[in-house]
T-cell receptor, first 118, second 116 residues
Framework: AQSVTQLDSQVPVFEEAPVELRCNYS??????LFWYVQYPNQGLQLLLK??????LVESINGFEAEFNKSQTSFHLRKPSVHISDTAEYFC????????????????FGQGTILTVHP | GAVVSQHPSRVICKSGTSVKIECRSL??????MFWYRQFPKQSLMLMAT?????????EQGVEKDKFLINHASLTLSTLTVTSAHPEDSSFYIC????????????FGPGTRLTVL
């Protein structure tokens, strides 16, 4: 079975500072990796995902994450955060099915609350 | 991506009553939907996988007779919490499974259930 560990439950930062939210996973087989964001009183939204190919993936709002197979990590980074980035961030994994595509079950990490202060 | 709605967004009920939560895929025919619950300050835990036209698959530890799931059409899945108790109070979230290489789940906004 796979598992996901987000090492920091809360990360406070000042506006325009860089941030890294850490995510490590455990799996005996290859996985797909995701970062979801949950703004206050809203549902989860996909931020970015890694399925295959380039290990560095980017979102439209400046976040990026790098898949590191040797360290089984998928850390999320942003070079300069905004107040509007304040939210809870979830790392998740799923297993590809035999066909190479997957709409399988997601296993989530515990979540990291990012709070951006002015 | 797919647009997913849930109804109601909030519900308060008395202990012992049943509550039905709807999950609708507004622009996508979903053969598979997932139901999660999220306790305060905790992560999402998968409860069950809802398959259109067949019985749902429940995760270990989830009582299928308590959490009834019906996926009668490609756009609607319902979760009924039967004989609700205060410990069932939680945030219930559904998602619609994408298909293909772009593989993504699209989440509904969630339903906050409070059992008094």
């Amino acid at each position: 079975a796979q598992s996901v560990t987000q090492l920091d439950s809360q990360v406070p930062v000042f506006e325009e500072a860089p941030v890294e939210l850490r995510c490590n996973y455990s799996s005996s087989v290859s996985v797909y990796l995701f970062w979801y964001v949950q703004y206050p009183n809203q549902g989860l939204q996909l931020l970015l995902k890694y399925l295959s190919g380039s290990t560095l993936v980017e979102s439209i709002n400046g976040f990026e994450a790098e898949f590191n197979k040797s360290q089984t990590s998928f850390h999320l980074r942003k070079p300069s955060v905004h107040i509007s980035d304040t939210a809870e961030y979830f790392c998740a994994v799923s297993l590809p099915n035999a066909g190479g595509t997957s709409y399988g079950k997601l296993t989530f990490g515990q979540g990291t609350i990012l709070t951006v202060h002015p | 991506g797919a647009v997913v709605s849930q109804h109601p967004s909030r519900v308060i009920c008395k202990s012992g009553t049943s509550v039905k939560i709807e999950c609708r895929s507004l622009d996508f025919q979903a053969t598979t939907m997932f139901w999660y619950r999220q306790f305060p300050k905790q992560s999402l835990m998968l409860m069950a996988t809802s398959n259109e036209g067949s019985k749902a698959t429940y995760e270990q530890g989830v009582e299928k007779d308590k959490f009834l799931i019906n996926h009668a059409s490609l756009t609607l899945s319902t979760l009924t919490v039967t004989s609700a108790h205060p410990e069932d109070s939680s945030f219930y979230i559904c998602s619609v499974a994408g298909q293909g290489v772009s593989d993504t789940q699209y989440f509904g906004p969630g339903t906050r259930l409070t059992v008094l």
